[in-house]
């Protein structure tokens, strides 16, 4: 059943350095002495303190500060506005959010008998007006650049503002009667954030979600493409299958659809939350430690270490600019820390090559315990093999040696066994639990090597749901293994018992599990009273709470 509501998809992708440094200087914030009451009948406003004019793209409180969208060296202030009542917008519990906040910050006007008309649609004309007031774009008093738009039209000064800014493009005609539809939206919104600065070249997004994103015209495809790999938001319908099961929804954009006034104000809505996310400034909290925190860097599995310590130190920490977007992975991030591109880095052991490396370029690491983590292997939940031995586990994966699941107590079917790349962090674990200097298999790596930490998960899940009569192994980090499967959903697999000891925060923790390894902060061993400030800092109380917040077991 498609339903009737709009659903806005928003994406997790992330703006570059450079604009977030920019919205530093245009996104204005202003302490807030109250938060934001839903249920309250007035909406918070953006004003500009000098003029005491409304800005749209504004929002808050939120987390105790509002922000505003306010070029120039302005400051802003915030009032509270009564919506306006429209005669068929029904005010019990505030009447539609999304109306009233676009109704009070004056982007929407009603009708002569005091009605808003939620599915009436929008023309091309009208979308101009609404536009131009959502970005406080004043209209231009000026000679028509259309053949169907008189100069002395209503609309004219709205279409001519919006042509100036790039939003529309000058052609014979403008076609003002027309309906708007949702991928001509989306080519005016690309467009003005474009002109405000707020479009960045962020790849190419994945469509794949969409059932109909063919049917988007060729004129609006970047546009659909630069807005979410932006993480702005579109128009699109949901369409659930099963009220139970969310896994068969289905997602259309229906790009030649008209819009609605009601589907305008939900957009604009969004639009202003997910701007503000995108680019809020980041606001240091009275309770963040007084040491700076150097440049941080690591594995892929210890990425909500660093979150959470931002996290601790700014309001809207992700768009600092010393935040790192993403860490650079176990070994690439020991040879950032070894080439003095970074500070500390949270990683687990290192490899050889990663030792030789530190060698070579003349640098002592030090290695600053800061949590447990343990080396874990997993294989289907139906499989009855439940223990396995390191010898075993060398046979597997050096040798290639055990093929079948009932040489190891297990159902009569065939092992096969997947892998991590070398430069993994978790191959430096099998290296140091595992391999004793020699390699893995030739063959396990040339068939079932996974490159990416959580693909390995997926990947044995997947075969062994789609091999009957087979079951895959596969190995990970205890700590990461439950994290992700928590993003994932719940993961056919089971952890095995090493040695007869199943692998536990407890058995982790007292050191009786076998592959027992820490999770370290490590820096160059010099001297560096900022990095070792912070060092410092990581193994006193605020550092155990930053390990528990990122889920990982404490070390005492």
């Excluded at 939206?185 to 003005?192: D, E, F, G, N, Q």
């Excluded at 009275?286 to 594995?299: Q, R």
């Excluded at 700014?314 to 991030?333: C, I, Q, R």
Aim: proline content about 4%; charged content about 25%.
């Amino acid at each position: 059943m498609k339903k009737a509501r709009i659903f806005i998809t928003m994406t997790a992708a992330v703006l570059s350095i450079s604009t977030a440094a920019q919205a530093r200087d245009m996104l204005k914030y202003v302490k807030s002495e109250e938060e934001y009451d839903y249920g309250s009948e007035y909406v918070y406003v953006a004003c500009d303190k000098a003029t005491g004019g409304i800005i749209p793209l504004s929002i808050g409180p939120l987390d105790g500060y509002s922000y505003a969208y306010l070029p120039g060296d302005g400051e802003i202030e915030i009032k509270k506005i009564k919506p306006i009542e429209f005669s068929d917008i029904s005010m019990e519990w505030g009447g539609e959010l999304s109306i009233n906040e676009l109704s009070a910050r004056g982007v929407f006007s009603g009708f002569e008998d005091g009605s808003f008309q939620k599915e009436r649609l929008l023309t091309r004309a009208e979308m101009a007006a609404v536009f131009s007031r959502m970005f406080s774009i004043a209209p231009v008093d000026t000679v028509s650049y259309f053949s169907d738009v008189p100069t002395s039209d209503w609309c004219n000064g709205y279409i001519t503002a919006l042509v100036d800014k790039g939003v529309f493009k000058k052609d014979d005609n403008f076609n003002p009667d027309e309906i708007i539809t949702r991928e001509q939206l989306t080519a005016m919104t690309c467009r003005m954030l474009s002109d405000m600065g707020y479009i960045e070249e962020n790849g190419e997004f994945d469509f794949s979600m969409y059932q109909d994103f063919d049917d988007v015209s060729d004129y609006a495809i970047e546009s659909y493409n630069a807005l979410l790999s932006n993480n702005y938001n579109v128009i699109s319908d949901l369409q659930e299958n099963d009220f139970m099961d969310t896994a068969d929804d289905e997602l259309y954009l229906i790009p030649q659809k008209g819009v609605s006034r009601y589907e305008c104000a939900e957009f604009l809505y969004y639009l202003i939350r997910s701007f503000t996310a995108n680019n809020a400034p980041p606001i240091r909290l009275d309770t963040a430690p007084d040491v700076d925190i150097p440049v941080l860097d690591g594995s892929t599995s210890t990425y909500s270490i660093t979150e959470n310590i931002y996290r601790q130190y700014y309001l809207n920490y992700n768009n600092s600019p010393d935040f790192p977007k993403v860490h650079s992975k176990t070994s690439n991030s020991y040879k950032r820390l070894i080439d003095k591109e970074v500070d500390m880095i949270f990683v687990p052991d290192p490899s050889e090559d990663i030792n030789n490396y530190a060698a070579e370029k003349g640098v002592t690491l030090k290695y600053i315990p800061i949590a447990y983590e343990a080396m874990i292997f997993f294989t289907s939940d139906q499989n009855k093999a439940d223990n396995i031995t390191t010898q075993q586990l060398q046979s597997i994966y050096i040798d290639n040696g055990i093929n079948n699941w009932k040489d190891i107590g297990g159902d009569d079917a065939e092992l096969v066994a997947y892998c991590r790349n070398n430069d993994s962090g978790s191959h430096a674990q099998m290296e140091k639990f595992i391999l004793n200097g020699s390699e893995i298999n030739e063959e396990i790596r040339k068939e079932h090597t996974s490159w990416l930490m959580s693909s390995i998960l997926t990947e044995v899940d997947d075969f062994n749901k789609q091999n009957p009569g087979k079951y895959a192994i596969g190995y990970s980090l205890y700590y990461y293994y439950f994290q992700n499967e928590s993003i994932l959903g719940p993961l056919n697999l089971k952890l095995l018992n090493i040695d007869g000891i199943a692998p536990s925060e407890q058995t982790i923790a007292d050191g009786t599990y076998p592959y027992t390894t820490n999770y370290y902060a490590i820096i160059r061993d010099e001297d560096n009273p900022k990095v070792a400030a912070f060092a410092e800092l990581m193994q006193g109380d605020f550092g155990k709470e930053i390990i528990q917040m990122s889920g990982y077991g404490v070390i005492q």
